[in-house]
């Protein structure tokens, strides 16, 4: 068929390694899953319970394409408390998932040829969306050695009189690091001076071990350049309900309700009325997968100092382990093949977050600690096969 090339910009490769490690264990081996980025856990009783009342309410038609107001509020009440900023409950989009609202924010802003500066390695989703907006994808590097943190000196030397935006991730996928105050004010000084926007990846917010979540809309000027994206899949266990959504300029609101109604029409109804509860009821659930979380990243920190010629930066939010494997001469995707197919673990190459997470894989501890246990000492075993 002659496909549109637009579809081609997207990125899909994480695909391969899964449907590798599903036909060995069709085969009988016994693999270690590390690869899978989203939580463990079920969703708490109380929002699935919230979910079938709202069933049995009649939840079942659209709602208004920009979110049944009582989340819109909840939302804004929860942006308020948990990240310090004033929300009007008329900015906030309610969307299913923070994905879609990554692509639909692109296409609100991006003119055909603007510049987009990304984080690499960074979110696999961000470059394909990107260009499928038209726009002109610009990696910036982070690296380990600067704690992966956004260096102002390389931002402001990627800016051109194209540039449009900046897509920020704090707590980052893949590398596990949070924003500082330091690095969030330099960056909004040169989103000021150089009239950028931002799109403020935020689905990590709330998974944080070490240190605070900062915005970059709480800084001054900032929250009228700036959309916010936030979700429900990682706080609250709930991927598969798809809800997210955005808080954006006023501006932004209309046109980016229009191309919602037009394509997905709304948030599922009583998934939305499961959101309200989510934010509005016990946390004692988030509390707990947290400080699970918690437990299993200083395990799995604890061992992997234990192996030579490998190291990692201890993550500070998300659930994310980015391995530097560099010592061991190998590409990422062969290490992750050799892992996979000689002992039975399967994690991501770097490479999959962009050409910078090359010498890197990405482990996520959204399993058991037994899992991680078993895998870890897995990969213990294969460096010592391959540094002899
Ligand atoms: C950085 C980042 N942004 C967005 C998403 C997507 O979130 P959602 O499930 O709300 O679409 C993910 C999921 O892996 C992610 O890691």
């Known amino acids: 068929?002659?496909?549109?090339?637009?579809?081609?910009?997207?990125?899909?490769?994480?695909?391969?390694?899964?449907?590798?490690?599903?036909?060995?264990?069709?085969s009988g081996v016994d693999v270690v899953h590390f690869e899978i980025g989203e939580p463990d856990f079920d969703t708490p009783r109380n929002i699935k319970e919230a979910a079938k009342r709202a069933l049995d309410e009649g939840y079942t038609h659209y709602t208004p394409s920009q979110g049944i107001p009582e989340l819109r509020e909840a939302i804004a009440e929860h942006e308020r408390d948990y990240k310090g900023i004033p929300v009007d409950p008329s900015r906030v989009v309610v969307s299913p998932g923070?994905?879609?609202?990554?692509?639909?924010?692109?296409?609100?802003?991006?003119?055909?040829?603007?510049?987009?500066?990304?984080?690499?390695?960074?979110?696999?989703?961000?470059?394909?969306?990107?260009?499928?907006?038209?726009?002109?994808?610009?990696?910036?590097?982070?690296?380990?050695?600067?704690?992966?943190?956004?260096?102002?000196?390389?931002?402001?030397?990627?800016?051109?009189?194209?540039?449009?935006?900046?897509?920020?991730?704090?707590?980052?996928?893949?590398?596990?690091?949070?924003?500082?105050?330091?690095?969030?004010?330099?960056?909004?000084?040169?989103?000021?001076?150089?009239?950028?926007?931002?799109?403020?990846?935020?689905?990590?917010s709330r998974i944080i071990y070490d240190g605070e979540h900062l915005t970059i809309a709480s800084i001054l000027g900032m929250m009228e350049r700036t959309v916010i994206v936030d979700g429900f899949s990682k706080t609250y266990a709930m991927t598969g309900w798809r809800l997210g959504y955005g808080i954006m300029p006023e501006e932004m609101v209309r046109p980016l309700v229009r191309l919602q109604s037009n394509s997905?029409?709304?948030?599922?109804?009583?998934?939305?009325?499961?959101?309200?509860?989510?934010?509005?009821?016990?946390?004692?659930?988030?509390?707990?997968?947290?400080?699970e979380f918690r437990r299993r990243r200083d395990r799995i920190f604890e061992l992997l100092g234990k192996i030579p010629h490998v190291k990692a930066r201890k993550s500070e939010g998300a659930f994310y382990v980015f391995l530097d494997i560099r010592e061991l001469g190998m590409s990422s995707r062969e290490f992750a093949s050799y892992l996979l197919e000689k002992h039975g673990v399967c994690l991501l190459p770097g490479d999959?977050?962009?050409?910078?997470?090359?010498?890197?894989?990405?482990?996520?501890?959204?399993?058991?600690?037994?899992?991680?246990?078993?895998?870890?000492?897995?990969?213990?075993?294969?460096?010592?096969?391959?540094?002899?």
């Open 352 to 388: 999959l977050f962009g050409e910078r997470g090359e010498g890197y894989v990405r482990i996520s501890y959204a399993t058991s600690m037994e899992n991680i246990e078993k895998g870890i000492e897995r990969i213990a075993r294969a460096v010592r096969e391959i540094a002899g």
């Open 98 to 204: 923070a994905k879609v609202m990554i692509m639909f924010a692109l296409q609100v802003l991006v003119n055909e040829g603007d510049e987009v500066i990304y984080p690499d390695p960074g979110y696999t989703a961000y470059r394909g969306l990107i260009m499928l907006a038209g726009g002109k994808p610009v990696p910036l590097e982070l690296r380990a050695e600067e704690g992966f943190e956004v260096n102002a000196e390389r931002l402001e030397s990627l800016v051109t009189s194209n540039t449009k935006l900046i897509i920020l991730n704090s707590p980052g996928n893949p590398t596990g690091n949070i924003s500082r105050k330091h690095e969030l004010d330099e960056i909004a000084r040169i989103a000021l001076e150089r009239n950028l926007y931002v799109i403020s990846d935020e689905v990590y």
């Open 1 to 26: 068929m002659n496909l549109a090339t637009r579809i081609s910009y997207l990125g899909g490769s994480a695909l391969e390694f899964l449907a590798k490690a599903k036909k060995l264990e069709a």
């Open 264 to 291: 997905v029409s709304c948030a599922t109804a009583f998934v939305q009325k499961a959101g309200v509860e989510a934010l509005r009821g016990d946390q004692g659930p988030v509390e707990e997968m947290v400080a």
